[in-house]
């Protein structure tokens, strides 16, 4: 089945714990995204890859990290996590930059 | 920047009724404009994409409308259900922004018995 896996779905942490969540898709995209979804400012994207080793900021990036190494995985890493990045993540892929995106069931990130 | 706007922010009609969503957008240079369907504590469901090219999309009861000069695209949901109940999302992807969706904060939907 094609789709988006995100490990893990929930997650309770503190304050300058690093972090890792993890996501992976199995339909050869290009194209992969990370987005947050926060309560009346809808979602907004993190950071973004066009292929293996290539990313890009989107509009939030800062206290983010990540990396494309392989083209199925890009995970998305928070080196000393903060509570105002408490929220609903979810990671994307498409084929190509103007093709249907695809999301993953989300990562719903509490930081104490 | 692009911004995206949907109106109205929440919606309630009775069962069998047909609805319009509308989303507007300031930034015509488009890819594309896809339409999502996020049910609670779930992800988003890709219901439907309109290239730039495109004026509109159908599947099922569902048909999408893009008119890029007025900033506009549509929504329409035919014979609606109660299962239908969830949150509607419109995104636009603009050229030179990388893959970006930019997205509307959604019209949540409730179709009653």
């Known amino acids: 089945e094609a789709q988006v896996t995100q490990n893990p779905r929930y997650l309770i942490t503190v304050t300058g714990k690093k972090l890792t969540v993890t996501c992976s898709q199995n339909?050869?995209?290009?194209?992969m995204s990370w987005y947050r979804q926060d309560p009346g400012l809808g979602l907004r994207q993190i950071y973004y890859?066009?292929?293996?080793?290539?990313?890009d900021k989107g509009d939030v990036p800062e206290g983010y990290k990540v990396s494309r190494k392989e083209k199925r995985n890009f995970p998305l890493i928070l080196e000393s996590p903060s509570p105002n990045q408490t929220s609903l993540y979810f990671c994307a892929s498409s084929l190509g930059v103007a093709d249907t995106q695809y999301f993953g069931p989300g990562t719903r990130l509490t930081v104490l | 920047k692009q911004e995206v706007t949907q109106i109205p922010a929440a919606l309630s009609v009775p069962e069998g009724e047909n609805l319009v969503l509308n989303c507007s957008f300031t930034d015509s240079a488009i890819y594309n404009l896809q339409w999502f369907r996020q049910d609670p504590g779930k992800g988003l469901t890709s219901l439907l994409l309109i290239q730039s090219s495109q004026r509109e999309q159908t599947s099922g009861r569902l048909n999408a409308s893009l008119d890029k000069s007025s900033g506009r695209s549509t929504l329409y949901i035919a014979a609606s259900q109660p299962g239908d109940s969830a949150t509607y999302l419109c995104?636009?992807?603009?050229?030179?922004?990388?893959?970006?969706?930019?997205f509307g904060t959604g019209t949540q939907l409730k179709v009653e018995l």
């Open positions: 890859s066009m292929n293996v080793e290539v990313t």
């Open positions: 339909m050869n995209h290009e194209y």
């Open positions: 995104a636009g992807a603009s050229t030179g922004g990388g893959n970006k969706l930019t």
